[in-house]
């Protein structure tokens, strides 16, 4: 029983870092209906940046994440400005390619910059605690700890504020939000915003579990984008449903029935759940 | 019209520019042998794939600084020519060609084995010769009369690795190895030698080492069948995590390590080394005990920084080049594949050890070279070597 319960702790974990990198995947397509495949990578290029505020200008693990975040935020904003906003009245297929070449690009350039080399980002988080007889190293924690605080933000902030109800309001409806004079350039804006801002988040929380290296966000990309089908494509209760459920079903199926085929086993629940709900699981409206 | 000439003016000039230049490049300068290679530039391997990079482009800077290497009457140069296959065999067996028929390559090296397999299949046709880096046994099975292995079969480290580990923590075994083709390979082989000699297997629990956002399900799952030691294997850097995790979450047993991961790198990754009391693994070629060794790894570091640390991948591919170059001066050609590999044996022996890392002793009939690795074992917070028995 206490494997089945260390394995809860585990897929939690998984599960709080493909939320929060799905979340963003989810609010870019929600508005702008565009796949963002360049996601993972904005990730990864998150968790370089903290580790380089860490290790060559000497900020201690926390000012680093804010920093991280801030700087991905104005990376994000670039990209939507220099990159799909010219695409805006392109047909559709533009964007997704250009996408694409984002990832392809900056995958490029972080090979280039830093070289292929795994780094380790230490936090100052590396005791173990012991929780009711289940081992859970402190920075694992944090990331549950974390994703739950940033998720809860989130919510505050599309629900609570103006400019986030203007988000909400373009995903629910364009037409409707450009009629009470919504600025659709802004709103565009500042959700590349949030969403870079989210995935450098998750990468400074999630990188001192593993290691930081240029392909590190090409999975967790692949995972996301599976639970944004399995959530409802641009439904935010969606993403964070869904990458619970992906983690738990990854670290439970690879405990009781195979560790090999615990990708197949998450597939197939996505088949399964498709074949229910092709919309996926909270999808607002079939697109 | 007048701009239709001059457009088509110009266009022709570039283009017969073009033509020179590439004129200049291959055929022009025939001092030059290129050396091909294709391997992982990209994906979760490119950093494997830089490592034996980096030991050739050495080798190579420093044969031609001392002038090139003297085939028949003439000095030559030599030149490497790179592409990325990203780890796959299909992309070798394209690169390989290329190289061949657009660069003129003699010579090409893969570091893995399924671009081995790939290039075998036509490799005697088209007149080139494979330096492999695997220790995959099969590559060397296949009896090709135009392949060198380069590292040693990994046959000879499950036994002694098993003896060691069973003696000091006992005989139940939990295995965590990665997915890929090489650790089922070796991983089959460790469960039949483990089972040979009395050992038991509690927990099989093999995960995809490059796609895991978290290794500690796998290692929780392995560890809740109590066994003694954990055997483990894939890219150094992901194996060292696994390592943390199974310490983190109380592992106290002995640690075996497939040969691919590299202690010297998963120490870094680690850092504490009380993480590594009672891991068996190949001992790090930089403690190679001859003076040539000790040249290139001080060269390496003055190049690469006081902390990096060259893996066996760059110290092999370091002598594997300067083998091949010897090979070609006393073979006298540099296009002559079959002479080439005639001479890598009388080679491996003038290579001088207070210069050239590691120790060869000649190329079996197989055609691997033979040199003599040994284990390495953490014990009571010190290094212990640990003979291998070679029959």
């Not at chain 1, 700890?145 to 203007?166: C, D, E, N, Q, Y």
Request: glycine letters at 8%; aromatic letters at 8%.
């Amino acid at each position: 029983m206490d494997l089945f319960f260390q394995q809860i702790v585990n897929g939690l974990v998984l599960g709080s870092i493909y939320s929060l990198v799905a979340l963003g995947i989810t609010l870019i397509y929600g508005i702008m209906h565009l796949p963002n495949f360049a996601h993972g990578h904005l990730y990864m290029l998150g968790a370089y940046v903290t580790f380089f505020l860490i290790t060559d200008y000497g900020l201690s693990y926390w000012p680093a994440i804010l920093f991280a975040v801030a700087i991905l935020v104005v990376i994000g904003m670039l990209l939507e400005r220099l990159v799909f906003r010219p695409l805006h009245h392109a047909p559709h297929i533009n964007s997704m390619i250009a996408s694409i070449g984002v990832m392809l690009f900056i995958e490029a350039i972080a090979r280039k910059m830093w070289g292929s080399d795994y780094r380790r980002l230490d936090s100052p988080y590396d005791g173990i605690i012991d929780l009711f007889g289940l081992n859970i190293t402190e920075q694992r924690l944090l990331v549950i700890v974390s994703a739950v605080v940033l998720m809860i933000g989130l919510h505050l902030f599309l629900k609570r504020t103006v400019i986030g109800s203007t988000i909400e309001a373009m995903a629910q409806n364009r037409e409707g939000a450009f009629l009470v004079g919504i600025n659709a350039n802004k709103v565009s804006l500042m959700t590349f915003a949030i969403a870079s801002g989210l995935a450098a988040a998750a990468a400074s929380l999630a990188a001192p579990i593993n290691l930081v290296y240029p392909s590190m966000g090409a999975m967790v990309n692949l995972k996301a984008f599976v639970i944004i089908v399995l959530g409802g494509m641009g439904s935010i209760p969606g993403a964070v449903i869904g990458g619970y459920i992906l983690g738990l079903a990854e670290s439970i199926s690879g405990t009781y029935i195979n560790s090999e085929y615990k990708d197949l086993a998450a597939f197939v629940l996505l088949i399964l759940i498709l074949t229910v709900r092709p919309t996926g699981l909270f999808a607002k409206e079939a697109r | 019209m007048r701009r239709v000439w001059r457009a088509l003016f110009t266009l022709s000039t570039v283009v017969s520019l073009l033509f020179l230049a590439a004129c200049g490049n291959s055929g022009g300068d025939s001092n030059v042998v290129t050396i091909g290679w294709s391997g992982p530039q990209s994906g979760g391997a490119a950093l494997y794939g830089k490592n034996t990079l980096d030991g050739m482009k050495m080798a190579i800077d420093d044969i031609n600084a001392a002038g090139g290497i003297k085939v028949g009457q003439d000095q030559v140069k030599l030149k490497l020519v790179a592409l990325d296959d990203k780890y796959l065999p299909n992309e070798t067996a394209t690169n390989a060609r290329r190289l061949k028929h657009e660069n003129g390559a003699t010579i090409i090296f893969t570091p893995h084995s399924g671009g081995v397999f790939a290039m075998q299949q036509f490799n005697v046709q088209e007149n080139f010769l494979i330096a492999a880096y695997t220790s995959e046994p099969k590559v060397t099975e296949a009896k090709n009369p135009l392949l060198v292995r380069i590292p040693p079969n990994y046959h000879i480290y499950p036994k002694p690795f098993s003896e060691e580990m069973m003696k000091r923590f006992g005989k139940k075994v939990a295995l965590v190895p990665g997915t890929h083709q090489y650790a089922k390979d070796w991983t089959a082989l460790f469960k039949q030698t483990w089972m040979g000699l009395g050992g038991k297997i509690v927990a099989e629990n093999p995960v995809d080492y490059n796609k895991e956002s978290d290794f500690s399900s796998a290692v929780a799952k392995a560890l809740s069948a109590k066994p003694d030691v954990l055997f483990v294997g894939g890219a150094s850097q992901p194996t060292a995590l696994i390592i943390k995790d199974a310490r983190e979450q109380g592992f106290k047993g002995g640690v075996i390590m497939m040969d691919q991961a590299k202690l010297e790198e998963v120490e870094q990754v680690l850092k504490d080394p009380r993480l590594l009391e009672g891991v068996i693994g190949v001992r790090p070629a930089s403690q190679w005990p001859t003076e040539g060794t000790k040249k290139v790894v001080d060269s390496y570091k003055k190049k690469f920084g006081a902390d990096k640390i060259p893996t066996s991948e760059v110290l092999y591919h370091y002598m594997a080049v300067h083998l091949f170059a010897k090979a070609m001066e006393l073979a006298g050609t540099t296009d002559d594949p079959a002479a080439i590999r005639a001479k890598i044996n009388d080679a491996s022996k003038q290579l001088p050890s207070d210069k050239i890392p590691l120790s060869v002793e000649g190329l079996s009939e197989d055609g691997a070279l033979i040199t003599q690795p040994k284990a390495i074992t953490m014990k009571d917070g010190k290094y212990v070597e640990i003979q291998l028995s070679f029959q």
